[in-house]
């Protein structure tokens, strides 16, 4: 008899499936809001690096680094406090390595997509790489 979880078949979500999902739904999200994907799930070389959500492009050329974020519960402040100062310098470290690539440099920005019962939360400009 398979797994019940209440009223839905199968084993639970794992919670890389979970993540997958709401990176979904937030590519989704920006996509419907004008933004391009250029790359998903960017990551630098090694350990010890960073890794980029979503890297988007909005039709003025700023190439937008985003962060997904998904908690089922509020606690300790919910998803958007879980984006802490060393969060950020990975993120910040990944994008630098991903402008490197590139022949001229774009205006870019960090934004944050928040999953929540409600429907995304799209917090541009969420923090800078100052």
């Not at 797994?3 to 996509?31: H, I, N, S, V, W």
């Not at 960090?110 to 400009?125: H, K, N, R, S, T």
């Amino acid at each position: 008899m398979p797994f019940l979880q209440q009223g839905k078949a199968g084993p639970p979500a794992t919670t890389k499936a979970r993540g997958d999902a709401g990176e979904d739904e937030a590519l989704a999200y920006l996509q419907d809001q004008g933004l391009r994907l250029l790359q998903r799930n960017y990551r630098t070389p090694g350990r010890g690096g960073g890794e980029i959500d979503l890297v988007m492009q909005t039709g003025d050329g700023t190439v937008v680094f985003v962060e997904v974020r998904k908690r089922s519960r509020s606690d300790f402040g919910g998803a958007a406090a879980s984006i802490g100062g060393v969060k950020q310098r990975r993120i910040i470290l990944a994008a630098r390595h991903y402008l490197l690539r590139l022949r001229r440099m774009p205006p870019t920005r960090f934004d944050v997509v928040l999953i929540e019962q409600a429907g995304p939360v799209w917090l541009q400009a969420a923090f800078d790489a100052g």
